[in-house]
Each structure stands twice: as structure tokens, then as C-alpha cells.
């Protein structure tokens, strides 16, 4: 059992480098989300989907894009890094039996921007 | 708009004592009201989710929560604190009158230190 696994787990890059951070689940969840979380911020929903092909923003979707061809797939791409979006990313689903408001969460990328 | 506010940002117990993360939260319609706990370097995990129904929620590792609508809070609580339960404590809240993709929104986060 899978479940919900992020790569890299870290990443160091330079101002202005397209980074894409993947994320992959094995339950088939409907829905996916990436979140960034910083000290003093908790987290803050980047963008969410509802389904393959359906991506929504969320709180702070600047500077991040997203796609969603395949269910278990939602990839985030930071089009041109920049020192403030040195954060850790998370991914979450959520779906099947458990019900689609409760979340699980990958184990995080941590990116620095230089 | 839905928020939720964990009004301390550490909170500290001996082991064996009982501990409490507070937690309040604002939504124009009916709550779904989550609490998460995060180790070091790890992803977020559930523990526990109130929905409908029994106002004390149990979830794992014998913690349970309390929701009490006319206080609008939802505080965590553990009869005997570990050790092991020192973390990153996280609420959250799904307003059920708002549309719009099941989006949660998380409160800033506690951290607990439980002590010998």
C-alpha cells in the first residue's frame, strides 16, 4: 500500500529555474491539493483538483502552475523560482471510503531557492 | 469565509498529565472540524474529524476532541500526555454552506512538548 508519495524530497535550485515538484497516489482519490507550508503560515492551499483535468487556485497559486491528466497524478511546476517560494510543499488527497473532506498527506518536498 | 485560530503556538505538559490544544473556528454554515498531527519531517496525519452527531470525537493514539458549537471551539484532548506526542498539532475546517472543491483551511499549528 503505496499510498501518497512526493518527489524529490529535497530540492535546491536557483532564482529563476523551472522546478516541478511530482506528487503520486495509489487509492484513486478524486481529490488532490498542494499546500506550502511556512513558519507563521501554517499551511496555505497553492492549488487543488477535483478530478483529472479539473484544477482549481486556491490561497497563494502566484508563480505555480498546475495539471492533472491522470487521477492518481498532480504535478506542480514553479515556472520561474524565487527566493519566497523556498517553503515545504506538501500534497494531500482525498476520496473513497474515508469520505472526500478527509486529507491525506504525502511526506513533503523540502525546496530551497537560491 | 471559513478560519479556524489556535490561539497558542506551543504548549507544554509534564508526561502523565492530561493536555489540552485549543482550538476555535468561524464558518457561516455548519462545520466539519479536523485535527492533524505532524512528526518532524513527516507529512501530515489524521487523527480525528467531527461531522454530525456525538459532540466527544475519539481518533487515534487516545486522543479525542470536543466540539462545542456555542463556543464555536474544538479543542483537542488527551487524558495522559507521552512523550511520543510531542509534535506539530494542526486544526482545520471545512464550512459546509461554502461550495467549491472540499477545501480545508488549517490553523497555523501548535506545538506540544510533553516533558518527563
Known amino acids: 500500500d503505496a499510498g501518497i508519495t512526493q518527489s524529490p524530497r529535497y530540492k535546491i535550485t536557483e532564482t529563476g529555474r523551472q522546478v516541478t515538484l511530482m506528487c503520486h497516489q495509489t487509492?484513486?482519490?478524486?481529490?488532490m491539493f498542494w499546500y506550502r507550508q511556512d513558519l507563521g503560515h501554517g499551511l496555505r492551499l497553492i492549488y487543488y483538483s477535483a478530478a483529472a483535468d479539473i484544477t482549481d487556485k486556491g490561497e497563494v497559486p502566484d508563480g505555480y502552475v498546475v495539471s492533472r491528466s491522470k487521477t492518481e497524478n498532480f504535478p506542480l511546476t514553479l515556472e520561474s523560482a524565487t527566493r519566497s517560494q523556498t517553503s515545504v510543499y506538501f500534497c494531500?488527497?482525498?476520496?473513497?471510503?474515508?469520505?472526500?473532506?478527509?486529507?491525506?498527506f504525502g511526506p513533503g518536498t523540502r525546496l530551497l531557492v537560491l | 469565509a471559513q478560519s479556524v485560530a489556535q490561539p497558542e503556538d506551543q504548549v507544554n505538559v509534564a508526561e502523565g498529565n492530561p493536555l489540552t490544544v485549543k482550538c476555535t473556528y468561524s464558518v457561516s454554515g455548519n462545520p466539519y472540524l479536523f485535527w492533524y498531527v505532524q512528526y518532524p519531517n513527516r507529512g501530515l496525519q489524521f487523527l480525528l474529524k467531527y461531522i454530525t452527531g456525538d459532540n466527544l470525537v475519539k481518533g487515534s493514539y487516545g486522543f479525542e476532541a470536543e466540539f462545542n458549537k456555542s463556543q464555536t471551539s474544538f479543542h483537542l484532548k488527551k487524558p495522559s500526555a507521552l512523550v511520543s506526542d510531542s509534535a506539530l498539532y494542526f486544526c482545520?475546517?471545512?464550512?459546509?454552506?461554502?461550495?467549491?472543491?472540499?477545501?480545508?483551511?488549517f490553523g497555523t499549528g501548535t506545538q506540544l512538548k510533553v516533558e518527563l
Open positions: 487509492w484513486s482519490h478524486s481529490y
Open positions: 494531500a488527497s482525498s476520496g473513497g471510503l474515508a469520505g472526500v473532506l478527509t486529507q491525506y
Open positions: 482545520a475546517v471545512r464550512d459546509m454552506a461554502t461550495g467549491g472543491g472540499n477545501k480545508l483551511t
